[in-house]
């Protein structure tokens, strides 16, 4: 059997179109970007370049655009600054982010740097705006606001002009984990109230280990990196050029093809939602697939039985891709903090599908039938 791959909120495919504008700076145009010499300026040309395409893609400033290996860099560099140079010495965020949001915000409120508020979840996953908003009046001193965009396991979305204008109202600084959504949806940050924003390019069938950074213009921090003058002094170290090209081939091809590709996928996830609901009993979709939601994420709740237990090491076995995310699972494995915050259920074993352009609808009927076998 094929091997059949629904992991792709946690990685894509490179596409062909990506490797090929990439190929040149792997081989020929191999000049260090800080070089003086025409090898060097034909390589940070090919950066500015892919700047500018990120920055109109974006509807930005290709100045607010910074380059580095990926969403989780990107967010602590934001999250650090807001409280070490913008002064937020309270953080005010959920029990379902990332670990690269949360265990930053953590190790922040550890060192003393900033006190520490979670927002209340509603049952459906989504964030409790009222809560957050009632939190915003009570604090008496400058807070950070970070909340994710889409969530990567339930796929819940914020609405991020709602929760921009009401960190406005408070004076805050808003950050937001997009990593799920830059390459997915379309961006007009000029006039999106939000400060900082992070990407990453494998979540767009761009390269691994390139992401991007937005600051909006309107604040200044400091380097997060000290070593070199690269990106405009904010981050040092020679750059990752041909991921930089790459991210910036992936966003174009992602944001040409949105259109199409996002309807197509929001039929694949419909396709088998209806196709689990009809043939297993007692089957659970977390979060709000069908409102507010990431088209191309599933997690799915089946009932805990002897056979099901096993479920993603037999999806494994049988060649199908996807991942875990129960409330809690026996061993080293602690289990899912999103699905644990929203449907703490001991009684069930969740999965997370997550589709691309490349899934059919014959892949979906595969896998639904093998679960209808595995439980």
Known sequence: MERIYLDNAATTSLDPAVLAAMMPYLTTHFGNPSSIYSYGRESRMAIENARKTVAKLLNAHPAEIFFTSGGTESS?????????????????????????????????????????????LLP??????????????????????????????????????????????????????????????????????????????????????????????????????????????????????????????????ASQEYEKESNYIKRLKLYMMEQLKSNINGVVFNGDPLGASLYAVLSVSFPKTEKSEMILFNLDINNICASGGSACTSGADQGSHVIRAINNNPNQITVRFSFCKHNTTAEIDQVVEKLIELI
């Open 124 to 253: 459906n996953g989504h964030i409790d705006l009222a809560d957050l908003e009632n939190l915003l009046i009570n604090s008496k001193v400058k807070c950070l606001v970070t909340l994710m965009h889409a969530n990567n396991e339930i796929g819940n979305m914020i609405d991020i002009h709602a929760v921009g204008e009401i960190c406005k109202k408070y004076n805050a600084i808003f950050h937001s984990d997009t990593v799920q959504t830059v390459g997915h949806f379309p961006f007009n940050l000029r006039n999106t109230p939000v400060h900082f924003i992070t990407g990453a390019g494998h979540k767009f069938h761009g390269p691994k280990g390139v992401g991007i950074l937005y600051i909006n213009e309107n604040i200044k921090i400091t380097p997060f990196v000290h070593g070199g003058s690269q990106e405009r002094n904010m981050r040092a170290g020679t750059e990752n050029l041909y991921g930089i090209v790459g991210f910036a081939k992936a966003l174009e091809i």
């Open 76 to 120: 602590n560099t934001a999250i650090r600054a807001a409280v070490r140079d913008l002064g937020c010495k309270h953080i005010i965020s959920s029990s379902i982010e990332h670990h690269a949001t949360t265990h930053t915000i953590e190790h922040l409120h550890k060192t003393g740097e900033a006190a520490l508020s979670y927002v209340k």
